[in-house]
């Protein structure tokens, strides 16, 4: 196996796996066809999304979750790009959560292995913010990029009126791909399936288990593809 080691904090070998959950069925997005099948240009979106990870050198395997109905599907197009470092497709949950959990058990990663969890449908990431991303995990254990919010942020009542403003400064949003070591982010998983805790991301379920998550600057390109608006700027890209 053609491994890429780093020792920016520790010394011990590890491997890299990226976990892609898509097996999301596009309903805000207004498609029959689930957005991450949907192409551009030739090229479906989580082919875009996939050959970032395949060409990203400090990648070992690559694991994707999807539908069942999607199997073929997703089989052919890792074919027709040989993507080599997609080494597994399972079975997708009815939620994120559910889904990253099935990847994470058939993993057959070691504990101090770093996992990235990566959306499907952002496939505008690049080799560097992936790299940044694993040196962040393997010396903070848990790292995710994020940015800082420009627009001012109220908090409405149910009524629909301004309740107060909230200050920015110690606001963000997150983005993927998302970085833990894997003893850590399996460990979360299993306290929040006990305690019947389903987060929106990963960063919340090892929140949610009591471990911090260090932050590190996102890219403001590296956006989610959720409504068309979105999908047509894969045409200027």
């Known amino acids: ?3 890429q080691f780093f020792s920016f904090h520790y010394s011990q070998l590890m491997k890299v796996v990226a976990i892609i959950p898509a097996a999301g069925m596009g309903k805000r997005f207004g498609s029959k066809t689930p957005k991450q099948f ?4 030739g090229r479906e979106v989580i082919a ?16 994707v979750a999807t539908m069942p109905e999607h199997f073929v599907r997703l089989s052919m197009i890792v074919r027709k790009n040989n993507f080599r470092k997609v080494t597994t497709i399972v079975e997708g949950g009815k939620t994120r959560h559910d889904s990253v959990h099935n990847a994470l058990m058939i993993s057959g990663c070691s504990k101090n292995d770093i996992v990235l969890v990566h959306d499907s449908v952002r496939p505008f990431v690049t080799s560097k913010l992936i790299i940044e991303t694993i040196h962040h995990a393997q010396k903070f254990t848990c790292a995710i990029p994020v940015l800082p919010i420009s627009e001012t942020v109220k908090k409405i009542s ?3 009126y301004v309740e107060n403003t909230i200050d920015r400064s110690t606001l963000a949003t997150a983005q993927t791909p998302q970085g833990f070591r894997f003893g850590v982010l ?13 987060g929106t991301d990963e960063s919340s379920i090892v929140e949610f288990a009591g471990h911090k998550v260090k932050t590190f600057p996102g890219e403001p390109g590296n956006i989610k593809i959720t409504i068309k608006d979105d999908f047509k700027k894969l045409k200027t890209k």
């Open 1 to 3: 196996m053609n491994n």
């Open 48 to 63: 875009q999304t996939l050959e970032k990870f395949n060409s990203c050198r400090a990648v070992d395997e690559i694991i």
């Open 38 to 41: 949907l192409k551009e240009s």
């Open 186 to 198: 399996q460990s979360s998983f299993q306290f929040a399936k006990q305690k019947r805790f389903n």
């Open 158 to 160: 149910k009524n629909d």
